[in-house]
C-alpha cells in the first residue's frame, strides 16, 4: 500500500514536471511565432509604404503624360474631325483602364500577407497534432 502511494505520488511529479516543461515549450514557441508576426508585420509596412510611393509616382507621372498625349491627339486631329479626336481618345484610355484594372485584379488575387508566420503555424499544429495523437 505504501509502496503504491510511492508510485503515485512519482507519477504525478513526473507529469507535473512534463506539464511544466510542455508548458514552457509552448510559451517559447508562441513567443518565436510572435516574433516572426512582428518582423513580418514591419516588412509588409515597408513594402506597402514603398508600393504607396511608386504608385503616387506612377500616378502622377501618368497624368501628365495622359494631359500631354491627349493634347497632342487633339491638336493633330482636331483639323480632320473633332469627333475623331475623341473617339480616339476615349478608345485609348479606355483600353488602358481595362489593361490596368487586369494587373489589379491579378496582384489582388496573389496577395498573401505573413506568409512565413502563416506557414510555421501551419507546421505547428501539424507537429502538435502527431504528437497528441
Known amino acids: 500500500m505504501i509502496r503504491a502511494m510511492e508510485q503515485s505520488t512519482v507519477n504525478l511529479a513526473e507529469l507535473a514536471a512534463a506539464s511544466k516543461r510542455f508548458a514552457v515549450r509552448l510559451i517559447t514557441t508562441g513567443e518565436n511565432r510572435l516574433e516572426l508576426l512582428m518582423v513580418e508585420v514591419q516588412e509588409e509596412r515597408e513594402r506597402l509604404l514603398h508600393a504607396m510611393l511608386l504608385a503616387l509616382g506612377v500616378a502622377a507621372l501618368g497624368l501628365l503624360g495622359a494631359m500631354t498625349l491627349t493634347a497632342l491627339i487633339v491638336i493633330l486631329l482636331w483639323p480632320f474631325s473633332p469627333v475623331a479626336a475623341l473617339v480616339v481618345l476615349t478608345s485609348l484610355y479606355t483600353a488602358f483602364a481595362i489593361y490596368w484594372y487586369r494587373r489589379l485584379t491579378v496582384l ?26
Open 108 to 133: 489582388l488575387r496573389d496577395w498573401k500577407s505573413f506568409p512565413a508566420t502563416l506557414d510555421q503555424l501551419r507546421k505547428d499544429r501539424e507537429c502538435l497534432e502527431r504528437n497528441l495523437t
